[in-house]
């Protein structure tokens, strides 16, 4: 072998050395990257594909999944973020025109002596109940392709789309998000359990029927239709009509109240917007425009739905009435944090949760703490009124505290019915007893908010029944509302009314009831009438009469003498 040659073989052996060696590296780097994709999840790989796979690659576990947690819909019109939990998509106009005051005069307060009849039903319901749990809301929404992303060509996947659905890219599935939805779904599922058989709607409250769901809920404005997604399988058959207003067995009031039909159903039209809190139907036509049914109405049985939820519901109204959720809006914003959506002017199709059809009350102007949610009382209604308009007194002021100081009685004054007639001799009285004496007239037209800021000034306020007096819920803790009630055999309906409220509010209460020499009435029928002997017997003729005789036609002279005792003791109670 020449010496120029052995050099060359020894390299050459290196060279052929190393390359099997890069040769051994890169297979069992293969073989290990096999064993990974046999043995390991292959959804993995999918997830580093940022999911553009086409559907037709994608795994069964991917598409089953992605099938139980993706909503479907004709088109998405809210975005992924919406979806998980960000605040809801709603309509910021409700350009319903404004309604008439209706029973907002005077003469109308009449109608606070209206009483349903408990034994009278509006409506039949059927329905077929079952033990049967329900599946979860992204369950009943999901299966469709219809929620998929732009790029796809809908017409020409539509046919497949039954059977497919778009793997999920990174802006709306990842690992995170698939076990957050996890979560969702479990959510829904306990949801869902949580209605099991339980019928959707209760109709055995004398005064207002109400309808709760939880699962999959579909409400449909321009169908005035409330629907609640079964599950394939469920034997559930149910169709209640329902108009939310708590009148029950009124049916003169309830003429005006849009129908409302809530069934559960396993067909139903797409969702076009998704909620994340529950939604509250309630209607705004009724007696409202008077003081007194716009709270034992609407404000206190909405309280007490609706207070639970700290903000976070979702208001439908049928039969809008613009301008009292202008007046009342105050309320409206502190028992929930997003606009009104208009019933009858939403052609949306609204996705919850939960929702409550209906408004929970009980007897005029109270809470049933017994039977309300968490408990709730007049004292908490209290509470909150004088909270949603920042009123600063949360009890009244103790005699001697501050010496300089008298104590505040307000005379709700009144026009054409039901008048004081000896107006000024109340006052010089009450003046001479020590109160501080303002005069003020509460009526449909009042500013809320500065009568209320009144209202919480006073330590005794003081009027002849009628829907002034509502204003009590304005009163701070311990003050004392003293109810004039006129002649006609009225005390029962009088201390139904505001008596017991009052008291279940944590004020004091005193009910003066005139005698025959206070009442106007004796310029109308001589001394010896039935209408003096016997009033109670007038009350067979029916409401109307009641309403005319005694109350719209009657005004009232106080024997301030025979008073005297009633401030005396109202002045007593502000004694420590």
């Known amino acids: 072998m020449k010496a120029g040659e052995r050099p060359k073989l020894v390299r050459g052996v290196r060279q052929e050395s190393r390359r099997f060696r890069l040769l051994v590296i890169v297979v069992g780097f293969f073989l290990v990257s096999l064993t990974f994709v046999f043995v390991s999840k292959p959804d993995a790989i999918l997830f580093s594909l940022n999911g553009k796979l086409p559907v037709e690659q994608a795994p069964t576990s991917i598409l089953i999944q992605q099938k139980v947690n993706e909503p479907s819909g004709e088109s998405r019109k809210t975005s992924t973020d919406a979806l998980r939990g960000d605040p809801k998509v709603v309509d910021d106009e409700a350009d319903a025109k404004p309604k008439g005051t209706g029973g907002g005069s005077e003469e109308e307060e009449g109608r606070v002596l209206s009483e349903p009849d408990p034994t009278s039903g509006m ?84 005064r207002a029927n109400v309808c709760e769901m939880r699962g999959d809920v579909r409400i449909h404005p321009t169908a005035t239709s409330v629907l609640f997604m079964e599950p394939e399988g469920s034997q559930r058959d149910e169709v209640w009509k329902i108009k939310p207003y708590p009148r029950k067995g009124d049916e003169f009031c309830l003429s005006h109240i849009t129908e409302v039909t809530v069934k559960s159903s396993k067909v139903a039209p797409e969702c076009t917007k998704y909620h994340d809190v529950p939604a509250v139907i309630f209607s705004l036509t009724g007696y409202t425009g008077n003081l007194f049914h ?34 009342y809006q105050t309320v409206l914003q502190k028992l929930s944090k997003y606009p009104v959506i208009d019933f009858s002017k939403d052609d949306q199709v609204h996705c919850f949760k939960h929702a409550i059809v209906g408004l929970h009350a009980y007897m005029e102007f109270t809470i049933d703490s017994t039977k309300a949610p968490h408990n709730y009382s007049m004292a908490d209604f209290n509470r909150f009124m004088r909270g949603a308009y920042s009123l600063g007194r949360d009890s009244v002021t103790v005699l001697g505290e501050y010496p300089k100081i008298k104590p505040r009685l307000l005379i709700i004054k009144r026009h054409r019915t039901r008048m004081f007639l000896n107006l000024d001799e109340i006052i010089s009285m009450a003046e001479e007893l020590g109160f501080e004496v303002v005069i003020d007239e509460a009526n449909v037209s009042s500013d809320i908010s500065r009568f209320a800021r009144l ?18 819920v304005f009163l701070p803790q311990h003050a004392t509302l003293i109810q004039i009630v006129p002649w006609g055999g009225l005390d029962w309906i009088s201390r139904t009314d505001f008596g017991n409220p009052a008291e279940l509010m944590g004020l004091r209460y005193k009910q003066y009831s005139i005698g025959v020499d206070e009442s106007s009435l004796t310029d109308q029928y001589p001394r010896d009438h039935e209408i003096f002997k016997n009033p109670i017997s007038f009350h067979q003729r029916g409401f109307d009469f009641i309403r005319q005789t005694f109350m719209d036609k009657q005004n009232v002279k106080l024997d301030c003498k025979r008073f005297r005792p009633i401030l005396l003791e109202a002045l007593d109670n502000l004694n420590p």
């Open 294 to 327: 716009d709270f034992t109405d609407v404000l206190v049985p909405l309280f007490t739905t609706a207070s639970e939820f700290n903000g976070e519901v979702q208001f439908l109204i049928t039969d809008m009435a613009l301008w009292w959720t202008i007046k």
């Open 455 to 472: 209202v919480n000034s006073v330590d005794v306020m003081m009027g002849v029944h009628g829907a002034g007096l509502t204003n009590c």
């Open 123 to 206: 409506i039949e319901p059927t329905h077929n109940k079952d033990g049967n749990g329900h599946k979860s809301h992204q369950e009943t929404l999901g299966g469709g392709g219809d929620g998929e992303s732009k790029g796809n060509d809908e017409e020409g996947e539509h046919a497949e789309q039954k059977h497919k659905v778009t793997l999920p890219t990174v802006s709306n599935y990842t690992i995170h998000d698939a076990a957050e939805d996890t979560e969702n779904a479990k959510q829904e599922g306990m949801n869902n359990v949580q209605q099991g058989s339980k019928p959707l709607c209760d109709f055995s409250n004398f």
